[in-house]
């Protein structure tokens, strides 16, 4: 029943509009086949990455890892948690899936990097930047996940790119945001020093605004990887392996046992990057 | 015969280059810019200007020339365009209107190339807040100025370590601006400005987030480096008194205008308004002067590091016959007299407790001079300057109250 006032006006034929332009942008097939094979092609080499490292090796790397970066202030607990949890990814039999979970996470975290903090910059620079990108930000946030693999799937075919592709337009935000933030936050005497001194954009922007807003860009790289980390059971619907894979399949076969198992290595690899990351962003001095 | 030795004055006289120059400088903040413009020349003031147009009147019509070396102040209180007026000359804040010369070159006329160039090879600026780079090292903070014109490494260092030597910092090139105190943080941020040997210096506010003892002695070492140095420098001020002690010229500003400019001696004697004259009425020193404004550094012994026999020699070195003892907290204990320290020495004695007298004249450092007068004249111990916590900040001593009630800074240029 609809009112009398509305039923006078047409409906906007909103979805076939969107549909059309997939439908127009398909006929790029060249320019979104190179993107597939150059998203495809760093996909592979981590792959092949981790398929060559042994996992015995695999898991002294990473504690290694954690042990360097934590160097001055050691963290002794997340080694231990490291070392039993990864273990216990081994034992359950889900070692290829993790690092395909974890490709897909670095692959997807890395593209949004490095469209992400100069867009960042460049939206702290200009303020028409900011103004177009700000809506675009938060349209991509909220729109639900789940519809970026629609056209993902048009473009890119299926497999692991099209989920990367979701995944970097969903955890992209933000890095540009806190980018941004952090640029905008560097206090106007270190500015106006910068430029007094003859600095030229490029000098200031490498020597003052970076290093300075690099807490919080580091902040914003975190998340971004944690929010492709939460992408990683959607993208599995449009076949990219993993252990979102295992996980969807479990409850297509109403097996909480597999699901929570699944479940629970995600959640282990993800305290693993998020604690890895965080570690980066603390700030080290030289003595 | 008669020889007459040629003062400072005199010899600025002699040699009175122009080296800044600046003409109908005018900053018109926000919109409607020519509408202010009319109305200021009208003769409209900031706040009328302000009602009628939205705009906000940062200088208006500034006319001035700064001669080779010397000092000069541009004074006034916070919203009278000093801030604004500094950072036209070197360009941070594009003026509206009028034009700036600086050796003759018209800086308004140069592109941003031109203009980077003037940036690092002519003038440095010192900031209030210092400006230092938290995550440099001090002698990294020193270098930045020689480090963005393509300097290399070795020589950079040089003259970044040089610098930092000329303002008294030395061995803390390791360590970041946070582990420093303000005083010393400041004199890093004139060591970068000094690194690169600009023959202009902007300084805005640059003492005044410094305490008072710091603040005095930052200016007593600016007259010093100066007096090597020989630079043009451009003093921002908000404190008369610091205005007149290390001013060659001082210009007084007020609602975006200039009130007047002049020698220290011109201005106290011909004040140009009511307002300059109530300036330096402010001045009017006994009623402005706190404890903490002549307070001088005491000569204190730490009770839990020195005996007799350390106390002695400290008391030796810096030719005092009081000191002043304290805790690791630096809170005040009492005094002790040279005699008593010496008969404890050949009494072969090893604490000082008993000689300590406890009795000493304290106050705070809001404390008006005024207050204090007849105290101290009275009193032979000079009197403590504490704090809340009873923390040692200063003394002061009988001669310092009197040279300041007398005008000391004044009468140098007499």
Redesign the interface.
């Given at each position: 029943m609809n009112s009398l006032l509305l039923g006078s006006i047409p409906q906007i034929p909103l979805a076939h509009c969107i549909d059309n332009f997939v439908d127009w942008l398909v006929q790029f097939t060249g320019f979104f086949n190179a993107i597939t094979n150059f998203i495809g092609s760093i996909n592979n080499a981590f792959q092949w990455l981790f398929d060559i490292i042994p996992i015995w090796l695999f898991i002294v790397l990473v504690i290694a890892l954690t042990y360097y970066v934590n160097r001055d202030q050691q963290n002794w607990g997340l080694l231990i948690f490291e070392f039993l949890g990864l273990l216990l990814i081994w034992n359950l039999d889900y070692w290829r899936d993790m690092t395909q979970t974890l490709t897909l996470v670095l692959t997807s975290s890395l593209i949004a990097l490095v469209i992400g903090i100069p867009l960042g910059i460049l939206m702290a620079k200009s303020h028409t930047a900011e103004i177009i990108l700000k809506p675009i930000l938060d349209f991509m946030q909220t729109m639900p996940a789940f519809v970026y693999l629609i056209p993902a799937v048009a473009l890119f075919g299926i497999g692991m790119v099209p989920g990367i592709v979701a995944s970097v337009i969903f955890a992209m935000p933000p890095t540009v945001r806190m980018t941004n933030m952090g640029i905008r936050e560097v206090?106007d005497?270190?500015i106006?020093?910068a430029?007094?001194?003859?600095?030229?954009e490029w000098?200031k922007l490498f020597?003052?605004e970076l290093?300075?807003a690099?807490t919080s860009l580091m902040a914003g790289v975190n998340q971004s990887m944690m929010l492709s980390l939460s992408m990683v059971v959607i993208a599995s619907m449009i076949g990219a392996m993993g252990l979102g894979t295992k996980v969807y399949f479990a409850v297509g076969r109403n097996d909480a046992g597999n699901g929570f198992s699944a479940g629970l290595a995600i959640v282990i690899l993800a305290i693993i990057l998020d604690r890895l990351t965080q570690s980066l962003t603390r700030?080290r001095?030289?003595? | 015969m008669f020889i007459s030795i040629p003062r400072m004055g005199d010899l600025m006289s002699t040699n009175k280059s122009t080296k800044v120059e600046v003409k109908n400088l005018t900053k018109i903040f926000g919109k409607h810019i020519n509408k202010a413009k009319e109305l200021s020349r009208q003769g409209k003031d900031k706040s009328e200007i302000l009602k009628e147009t939205g705009a906000t009147l940062g200088v208006d019509r500034a006319n001035f020339k700064i001669y080779n070396g010397e000092i000069f102040v541009i004074m006034g209180l916070s919203g009278s365009g000093k801030s604004t007026l500094v950072r036209m000359i070197n360009r941070l804040i594009d003026p509206t209107d009028g034009e700036i010369l600086i050796d003759g070159e018209n800086l308004m006329k140069m592109d941003k190339k031109e203009l980077r160039e003037v940036r690092r090879k002519k003038m440095s600026m010192v900031f209030q807040s210092f400006g230092l780079l938290p995550n440099r090292t001090i002698l990294e903070n020193a270098e930045y100025g020689l480090e963005i014109q393509g300097v290399d490494k070795d020589t950079r260092e040089k003259k970044a370590k040089e610098a930092l030597e000329t303002v008294g910092i030395t061995g803390y090139n390791d360590e970041y601006p946070d582990q420093l105190s303000g005083g010393m943080q400041q004199r890093v941020g004139l060591a970068r400005a000094l690194a690169n040997d600009p023959e202009i210096l902007l300084m805005d506010e640059a003492f005044s987030a410094l305490d008072p003892l710091n603040r005095t002695d930052m200016q007593d070492q600016l007259l010093d480096i100066q007096e090597r140095l020989h630079k043009t420098i451009i003093f921002i001020s908000h404190d008369l008194n610091e205005a007149l002690k290390i001013g060659d010229r001082i210009m007084i500003m007020k609602d975006a205008r200039v009130i007047q400019t002049g020698t220290p001696e011109d201005i106290l004697t011909h004040p140009a308004d009511e307002y300059v004259e109530e300036f330096i009425e402010n001045v009017d020193r006994s009623k402005v002067l706190t404890a903490g404004n002549v307070m001088i550094r005491p000569m204190t012994v730490n009770i839990e590091k020195a005996g007799p026999r350390l106390t002695l020699k400290m008391m030796k070195a810096n030719e005092v016959s009081t000191a002043y003892i304290v805790n690791a907290e630096r809170k005040l204990l009492g005094v002790v007299d040279a005699n008593d320290v010496i008969k404890l020495v050949r009494e072969k004695k090893g604490d000082i407790t008993p000689i300590i007298q406890t009795k000493v004249p304290t106050t705070e450092e809001d404390t008006p001079i005024s207050d204090l007068m007849d105290d101290i004249s009275q009193t032979g111990i000079p009197f403590a300057v504490i704090n809340d916590k009873k923390q040692l900040k200063g003394i002061i001593v009988r001669g310092a109250v009197l040279g300041a009630l007398a005008g000391n800074e004044v009468s140098d240029f007499e």
């Open positions: 206090p005497e270190l106006e020093a430029d007094s001194f003859g600095s030229t000098q020597k003052v290093p300075i690099k700030t001095r030289k003595n | -």
